[in-house]
């Protein structure tokens, strides 16, 4: 194991295995699967401010993407020139071309702090007690292709926690399409044309956006986060012991959740600018 993270895996483990024996008495043999659930969830929680922040900044890149792609096309042959104006813009709109991922960055170290103490057959140089004990007879330190085969228990229990993996990946990747903003002219500044959209008597320029819709498509590194990344979760847990693959599935579930709570935030947000608008403009009429 790393020394870089020595310390602050063996501090987990400890937490971990504390919750273990106090849940001994309820659970009996499922305690250290509910201790790592819980651990899990107790992290997620504490970070979860930095997990929304990240996801308004996911949010404001993709609505900003079709004006990104303007100023592209205006200056991709001035690179300072561009720079400029793209610093402009964000600093317009409140954001920075690094709030989509700075902060998941400053998370990734006690994640993996967790997934070390997961997978890991040591701890301070001794035995990780955590991975000797099972779920429905599999022990937590197995690994998927050293069982008997698919039918049997221990590769019945490895495809079921595969099965539900992929589901949370699934559920993830759908609420991170969800959370993605839709524009409408009616949200358009005076004097500025809605994203996607053209000025009264002008034509859109080659190869510029003809939909009101910022798409994950707009932008590829979201379109990849989106729609492939989450998947690689269920290819790492295929090749990891089964209390990383519970880890996984715990994270995966709660990172879902977090951005369906941020995409219905996000919809009601919309819902009630638009209806303030239509307020508005019924109003002056």
């Known amino acids: 194991m790393s020394t870089l993270f020595g310390v602050p895996v063996d501090v987990a483990y400890h937490i971990v ?34 997990t929304f922040r990240a996801l308004r900044g996911q949010a404001a890149q993709a609505r900003l993407a079709p004006e990104v792609q303007r100023l592209r096309q205006r200056f991709g042959k001035q690179p300072e020139r561009f720079q400029r104006e793209l610093t402009a813009l964000y600093q317009r709109e409140g954001t920075s071309m690094f709030a989509g991922f700075a902060p998941l960055l400053v998370q990734a170290p006690v994640f993996s702090v967790l997934y070390l103490l997961f997978r890991s057959p040591t701890v301070g140089g001794a035995p990780n007690t955590l991975l ?20 049997s228990v221990h590769g019945v229990v490895f495809l079921g926690v595969l099965a539900i993996l992929a589901a949370a990946c699934w559920l993830t990747a759908r609420a991170a399409r969800r959370a993605l903003p839709r ?14 959209r053209t000025a009264p008597g002008r034509s859109a320029p080659a190869g510029s956006a003809s939909t009101g819709t910022a798409s994950a498509d707009a932008v590829p590194a979201l379109a990849v986060v989106g729609k492939v990344a989450p998947y690689l979760t269920v290819v790492l847990a295929a090749f990891a012991p089964l209390a990383a693959a519970i880890y996984l599935i715990t994270s995966t579930g709660w990172s879902a959740a977090e951005r369906l709570v941020f995409a219905a935030r996000t919809e009601r947000a919309a819902r009630r600018t638009d209806g303030a608008m239509q307020s508005c403009a019924t109003g002056k009429h």
Do not use: K, Q
Request: proline content about 9%; glycine content about 14%; aromatic content about 2%.
């Open 132 to 151: 000797t004990h099972d779920l429905l007879g599999v022990p937590l330190g197995s690994h998927w292709l050293s069982g008997a085969g698919a039918l």
């Open 17 to 50: 295995l504390a919750l273990t024996n106090v849940l001994t008495p309820l659970l009996g043999g499922l305690a250290a699967v509910a201790g790592i659930v819980v651990c899990t969830a107790a992290v997620r929680l504490l970070v979860s401010p930095l």
């Open 183 to 196: 524009t409408t002219p009616g949200r358009t500044a005076p004097g500025r044309t809605a994203p996607g």
